[in-house]
């Protein structure tokens, strides 16, 4: 780990990369379509503070942090959430490098979530809104001969405001994940002349043999094109004209990419571009299917969140933002589903490079659809657009997932391809959603104007509806759970949709592919299997979250995979994976078991243990375990053994019921108040109640002396159990004076409809 960050913030689970990771590493050039050479690097270590948002600028800063990584990950040395009221300040100093007469320093900034406010020596230069987008301010004007302050304020309001956030929240679990507030991606300085080119637009046109650029640039004049042999000359702000005769064109299993060279009078910049096309058409049967440089590609892929143990949102490096993609094409995939994300440019460059395909994701709107909201969405995803707009591997724009923010789908369909008219668009991936069989989402209108009919299946694919001129794909499918011992983020919440033994894993994938294979005959383009990588609580990748576990052998999937795919010719093959341990966990569970029984007791035998019970599903011999482990605990307690005794302890008889009110305000710091005196009604219940009601006459008196030593917990759970009894049995007059009781000491506990129930029984059998 990072040698000044304390070994607080190390990581729940680390990657191959972590300790790789220091303030000295190298940041190769952020943007691979537009290179200069006079540029630096700001990430490094920063000041940081948190204050509240109406706070001007702090006077002291709290410590140091990592930029680029997000506050909450733990390779930023900070690990702490940044709250809706908060504002995050960064700071640091640098010198003015120098300048050449006439030139002009940018700041670039990669991407901060979500609205950034800038000041250079105590002046602000600038604001910006959006969290996953480039921008950039000229501050040459505000620079001072030597050293200069950088002070960068950050607000995020995560899942309670009205920006696109994706997966993040602020209570992650399930399908939701830990929030990345801040600068997270590269910041860097770089020199131009005063004069200079701000962006290219790259339009290929394959059938015509050329490429169509366009140099956008703060001047008008004459620009100079070379790829190779190839030039071409125009003028800055028009569109240019590169013929490529007998093309060399773009595909998964051959990516080749043209260097492309960009002169003007004053700047320069080096760039590539790759030939390809994406349509869907008629096959030889009158199928309408995907088609890429005019021959029928299924498009085979998964579905990748793009977050990292260590760091969330941010990769620790670039070997590591090219591994995903390396690993995923050597799983025998030609496809990537970015789920939700926008990723750095270089990981689009990694996927130009390699060859695959992507179905970019727009980062889905705030479910509170307000006017603002929607302004927020579109704005930032025609700025998402124009940015990718140059990476040959994007063939498809993905706009609405599930309904999430869904609105105006046609009007927005129709606006996503008037600005970008060379690729497909998937209006609404999943609008309808099976799981097991079940309809959850029936809709007549869901593919308006799009290019494919998408549905999403879970765990097995189904087939999405056939509709003219549109390709059939399955959007989402797959989710089969498999926990790794010693890979997991959380030990105790693991999730998938359906769960599977390690061994059982590879048929059930091959089933689904065989499944695939006969939907594809009746007209199936494309499917995008969930998923590839494990992502924090989600266990339902085909490989762990720390990268370094497959649970299927790569060559394994490749094989199964080359039944819809061809095995591409340019396989990476440095890819180093453990292969995940397939023998009978239920064998080795007996084994382990059978050690305790004989006295085995170190505390780490006894925690694994008791999670392994879980997984073999044996609950009697797992609770003994279990208790004994948390029989060894002793405060201070640690966040993950809390959440151990939360998850084992099922009632007022388990050690764990002793230790969570011995350590009440611990467990509320993690559970949180309301929840943790829920869970001590519960488990009272259990203990002291339960039994004593299989009889048609329970003894009040004897459980009411059983519950008072719990002092108002006992006394709530048993004028709570009393009254639901009595009003189960109808035993009205024993009902109607506990009852009363109950509302007027607990009222202000019970729901509204419960509370509307037992008001209307007291009413109606009071005499």
Do not use: C
């Not at 680390?14 to 943007?31: E, F, G, H, L």
């Not at 991606?185 to 169509?212: C, H």
């Not at 003994?624 to 307690?637: E, F, G, H, W």
Request: hydrophobic content about 40%; overall charge neutral; cysteine-free.
């Amino acid at each position: 780990m990072i040698g000044f960050f304390s070994s607080a913030t190390q990581a729940q689970l680390n990657t191959r990369w972590t300790k790789q990771v220091s303030a000295s590493n190298a940041t190769p050039y952020p943007r691979p379509q537009m290179t200069r050479t006079n540029w630096a690097t700001l990430n490094g270590v920063w000041d940081y503070a948190i204050t509240s948002k109406a706070e001007v600028q702090p006077s002291k800063f709290a410590g140091k942090i990592l930029v680029p990584f997000p506050i909450e990950s733990s390779l930023s040395g900070v690990q702490k959430q940044l709250k809706p009221d908060e504002a995050l300040w960064y700071r640091r100093y640098f010198a003015q490098s120098v300048l050449k007469s006439g030139e002009r320093l940018l700041l670039h900034f990669e991407a901060v979530d979500w609205q950034t406010t800038v000041f250079i020596n105590g002046k602000q230069i600038g604001q910006h809104q959006g969290g996953y987008d480039h921008f950039s301010f000229d501050i040459t004007d505000a620079l001072q001969p030597s050293e200069n302050e950088l002070v960068v304020k950050v607000l995020d309001p995560g899942d309670q405001g009205l920006n696109p956030h994706g997966k993040q929240v602020l209570d992650p679990k399930d399908i939701w994940y830990t929030p990345s507030s801040g600068i997270w991606q590269t910041i860097w300085l770089e020199a131009v002349p005063q004069n200079y080119i701000r962006s290219l637009k790259i339009m290929p046109n394959v059938d015509s043999g050329f490429v169509a650029v366009t140099v956008n640039s703060n001047s008008n004049e004459p620009v100079t094109l070379t790829a190779g042999v190839l030039l071409a000359r125009g003028r800055t702000n028009e569109r240019i004209l590169l013929k490529v005769p007998k093309a060399h064109l773009w595909s998964p299993n051959d990516p080749y990419l043209y260097d492309l060279s960009v002169k003007t009078a004053t700047d320069a910049v080096k760039s590539y571009f790759g030939l390809r096309k994406i349509e869907v058409k008629k096959d030889r049967k009158g199928v309408d299917r995907i088609f890429l440089n005019n021959q029928y590609t299924y498009n085979l892929g998964v579905l990748d969140q793009g977050f990292w143990p260590d760091g969330l949102y941010t990769a620790p490096n670039d070997e590591a933002l090219a591994f995903d993609i390396k690993a995923i094409k050597a799983m025998g995939f030609n496809t990537i589903r970015k789920h939700i994300k926008v990723e750095p440019d270089r990981w689009y460059y990694w996927a130009d490079k390699l060859g695959m395909l992507v179905w970019q994701d727009m980062v889905n709107p705030s479910f509170d659809l307000t006017a603002g909201a929607k302004q927020n969405f579109e704005h930032e995803s025609q700025t998402h657009i124009e940015q990718l707009y140059d990476h040959p591997s994007i063939v498809t724009w993905v706009l609405f997932n599930e309904k999430w923010g869904q609105y105006d789908q046609k009007r927005l369909t129709n606006w996503i391809k008037n600005l970008d008219p060379t690729r497909l668009v998937n209006g609404h991936t999943g609008e309808i959603l099976y799981v097991n069989e079940q309809l959850r989402s029936p809709s007549p209108d869901a593919y308006v104007d799009a290019d494919m009919t998408d549905v999403h299946s879970y765990p097995d694919p189904m087939m999405p509806i056939r509709q003219s001129g549109k390709a059939q794909v399955v959007g989402e499918f797959g989710g089969i759970g498999v926990a790794i011992p010693g890979h997991e983020w959380n030990t105790l919440q693991g999730w998938g949709y359906i769960k599977v033994a390690p061994a059982q894993l590879a048929g059930k994938y091959r089933a689904m592919v065989e499944n695939l294979k006969l939907l594809e005959k009746d007209g199936l383009s494309g499917s995008i299997y969930t998923q590839p990588f494990d992502v924090e609580g989600e266990e339902n990748g085909l490989i762990t979250y720390d990268r370094a576990v497959a649970k299927i052998p790569l060559a394994q999937l490749r094989q199964i995979n080359s039944l819809l795919v061809p095995t591409a010719p340019n396989i990476p093959k440095a890819i180093v994976l453990k292969t995940a341990d397939l023998s009978d966990e239920g064998a080795r569970y007996a084994a382990l078991l059978d050690a305790y029984v004989k006295g085995k007791r170190d505390t780490v035998f006894l925690r694994n243990l008791a999670l392994m019970s879980q997984r073999v599903n044996d609950k009697t011999g797992g609770a003994r375990v279990a208790n004994s482990y948390i029989q060894t605990l002793k405060a201070p307690l640690s966040e993950a053994n809390i959440k151990f005794t939360l998850q084992f302890t099922k009632s007022s008889k388990d050690p764990g019921f002793a230790l969570i009110r011995q350590n009440r305000a611990a467990f509320e710091k993690t559970s949180g108040v309301k929840e943790l005196h829920n869970t001590e009604m519960d488990l009272i219940y259990a203990g002291e109640i339960a039994a004593e009601l299989v009889t048609d006459a329970p003894d009040w008196a004897k459980i009411k002396a059983s519950t008072s030593v719990y002092g108002a917990t006992g006394e709530e759970i048993f004028l709570r159990a009393q009254t639901i009894e009595t009003l189960n049995k109808k035993d009205w007059a024993a009902f109607v004076p506990v009852a009363k009781i109950y509302i007027q000491q607990y009222g202000d506990a019970i729901s509204t409809a419960e509370l509307t129930l037992l008001k209307s029984n007291i009413e109606q059998h009071s005499h």
